[in-house]
């Protein structure tokens, strides 16, 4: 993905995991054969396996630069993890902080880290263990989580189920954050900034989880839509009606996702998803009936 500028910001894809396939049914139960074939004709071997049919995701952060602030928008999956249910993203150790250093920014750099949601692969790198001990990644930063999000899962920890909740990510990537004291807990729909040349704000995006936010970043007439999990592959757009196995209700989030297509549709809009694989940055094209990406080179 080039760089996007809105406004006075300036968006990178900080990569974590560049391509990962996943079995088609683990992700979407629903999904069938006549929908991949449908959609083989624009969705090529960067995001449909040619021999297997398994669906081909990116984990990715976007790095958010304006000359007063930078941010990170989720945190993918981290390193040195113990997800033992989730061999894929089981003990990892993959370059993110490097590529991270390769766009210019360190950890201590970053003022404010963006939660869409609490997912396992989505705040991995809020943390990183230093000497044992799992410590906030980003010691300057501010942590903005969905208070909803943050509360249901709380919830679910001092329960003390069997499994360690979300993957034990909510004990080893959260917790740790909120202990030191980087947490900010904000509503589903929250105005960070209120700015012509730098706007962002989180608005409600519910089905996927109890609490789940996407961001929308405005700067003069430029927009854009960080999704989070609203999307998964571009073969929802397509067939929106595709759902998610993690999605908490599979009906809102249809719904949540055809409001996004439909608001963006034939705009100038991007979106920024937080799993399309590379060129990842796109705009939605209508398509008879349904939705398409225009990926941007």
């Known amino acids: 993905m080039r760089q996007i500028a809105i406004g006075s910001m300036r968006i990178d894809r900080l990569v974590e995991i560049p391509s990962l396939a996943f079995e088609k049914k683990w992700l979407f139960a629903n999904v069938t054969d006549e929908v991949i074939a449908a959609n083989r004709c624009w969705l090529d071997h960067r995001y449909i396996e040619p021999d297997t049919g398994r669906f081909i995701l990116s984990h990715h952060s976007y790095l958010v630069r304006t000359p007063r602030w930078s941010a990170v928008v989720d ?136 609490g789940n936010m996407q961001i929308h970043l405005r700067g003069g007439h430029d927009h854009a839509v960080m999704s989070g999990d609203v999307i998964h592959h571009p073969i929802q757009c397509a067939a929106p009606w595709l759902s998610s196995a993690a999605d908490i209700d599979p009906a809102a989030a249809v719904a949540t996702r055809v409001a996004l297509l439909e608001e963006l549709v034939d705009t100038p809009s991007y979106l920024l998803t937080g799993h399309f694989p590379a060129p990842t940055a796109g705009r939605v094209v209508r398509h008879g009936d349904a939705y398409r990406i225009r990926f941007e080179d």
């Open 75 to 210: 945190t993918c999956c981290g390193n040195h993890k113990s997800r033992p249910r989730t061999p894929m993203w089981d003990q990892l150790n993959q370059p993110y902080l490097e590529n991270m250093a390769a766009l210019g920014v360190a950890p201590e750099q970053v003022d404010f880290v963006m939660c869409t949601h609490l997912h396992v692969d989505h705040v991995g790198w809020n943390t990183r263990l230093i000497d044992g001990r799992w410590v906030p990644t980003f010691p300057n930063a501010r942590y903005l989580m969905g208070r909803a999000e943050y509360e249901h899962w709380d919830a679910a920890h001092k329960a003390n189920p069997a499994r360690p909740v979300n993957h034990g990510a909510f004990a080893d990537s959260v917790l740790p954050v909120v202990a030191a004291g980087l947490a900010e807990f904000v509503e589903t729909d929250h105005l960070l900034f209120d700015e012509r040349d730098a706007g962002l704000r989180f608005a409600p995006a519910p089905g996927h989880t109890a």
